[in-house]
């Protein structure tokens, strides 16, 4: 039997404080700007509350493998050090987010 499961662990190291980062992956329309080559497509469904819990989005993605994805996802969780999502349509699954500083 052949498995569709996939873990994706990353690390990134970027100069800038926890808030910050937060703040910026916590604006999904903001990815396409910060990110054009990647989140071809954005749309929020709903907002969700003041912290982001419950905000639904609609993305258009692409990786460096030649095919895009579509998919959607909603914010389950929000902690002052990351956010939690259930992602369904190309990706279906959940995602953690946890943000960490260490140094600048």
Excluded at 22 to 51: C, F, M, N, T
Aim: proline content about 5%; aromatic content about 16%; cysteine-free.
């Amino acid at each position: 039997m052949v498995s569709n499961d996939y873990h994706f662990i990353t690390t990134w190291h970027v100069k800038s404080t926890v808030e910050e980062v937060s703040e910026i992956i916590g604006d999904p329309p903001g990815l396409a700007r910060w990110w054009p080559s990647v989140y071809l497509e954005v749309k929020v469904l709903k907002e969700g509350d003041e912290q982001g819990l419950g905000k639904e989005v609609s993305l258009y993605t692409k990786g460096w493998l030649p095919y895009t994805l579509r998919w959607d996802f909603r914010v389950t969780e929000v902690q002052p050090v990351g956010f939690t999502l259930v992602a369904w349509g190309d990706f279906d699954g959940r995602g953690i987010w946890t943000f960490e500083q260490d140094g600048e």
